[in-house]
T-cell receptor, first 116, second 112 residues
Framework: DVKVTQSSRYLVKRTGEKVFLECVQD?????MFWYRQDPGLGLRLIYF???????EKGDIPEGYSVSREKKERFSLILESASTNQTSMYLC???????????????FGPGTRLTVL | KQEVTQIPAALSVPEGENLVLNCSFT??????LQWFRQDPGKGLTSLLL???SQREQTSGRLNASLDKSSGRSTLYIAASQPGDSATYLC???????????WGAGTKLIIKP
């Protein structure tokens, strides 16, 4: 089974702090994604990466950056956390290709971040 | 621009009933469509993925169908159980990129 893990289930930070959210997958997937989920707004893509050191902006990249130094790990960075970044953050990964199971996104358990 | 709609937003049915959840999309040029389940405060669990060339996929009591020409997918749940209570989300991937475009979800409650 694919396993996607996230470093924390719950996190509380103060405004202005630098925040790192870590995501690790164990299935050698090329694609990795960071989403945030807010009531009434659904899931919104922040960034995704299709290879090591490669990244693409999603729909709401402002205030965030990412890092992918190793294939299995994709980090989301909030350079200076703000209260409007309080949200549930979800990481996902998928395999590139056309075979069975390819392109199916698998999600981690989520990190609920509160910025005070 | 692709839009994905799930109606109804919430559904409550007695245990044991068969039920259908709906997902519609405006642009038929999809690469695939995926159904997910989300329990409160948790991440998403992938249920079924249908490639654009497929008509349906089945897993246990779940059956997902896809009709690209009419822009619709349905998730059929047979013999519903209280443990099926969750929010069900559908998402489409377009031909052009890796991003998923999400519906807002249907919150399903199965009453014992």
């Amino acid at each position: 089974d694919v396993k996607v893990t996230q470093s924390s289930r719950y996190l509380v930070k103060r405004t202005g702090e630098k925040v790192f959210l870590e995501c690790v997958q164990d299935m050698d997937h090329e694609n990795m994604f960071w989403y945030r989920q807010d009531p009434g707004l659904g899931l919104r893509l922040i960034y995704f990466s299709y290879d090591v050191k490669m990244k693409e902006k999603g729909d709401i990249p402002e205030g965030y950056s990412v890092s992918r130094e190793k294939k299995e790990r994709f980090s989301l960075i909030l350079e200076s956390a703000s209260t409007n970044q309080t949200s549930m953050y979800l990481c996902a990964s998928s395999l590139i290709g056309s075979g069975r199971g390819h392109n199916e996104q698998f999600f981690g358990p989520g990190t609920r971040l509160t910025v005070l | 621009k692709q839009e994905v709609t799930q109606i109804p937003a919430a559904l409550s049915v007695p245990e044991g009933e068969n039920l259908v959840l709906n997902c519609s999309f405006t642009d038929s040029a999809i690469y695939n469509l995926q159904w997910f389940r989300q329990d409160p405060g948790k991440g998403l669990t992938s249920l079924l993925l249908i490639q654009s060339s497929q008509r349906e996929q089945t897993s246990g009591r779940l059956n997902a169908s896809l009709d690209k020409s009419s822009g619709r997918s349905t998730l059929y749940i047979a013999a519903s159980q209280p443990g099926d209570s969750a929010t069900y989300l559908c998402a489409v991937r377009m031909d052009s990129n890796y991003q998923l475009i999400w519906g807002a979800g249907t919150k399903l409650i199965i009453k014992p």
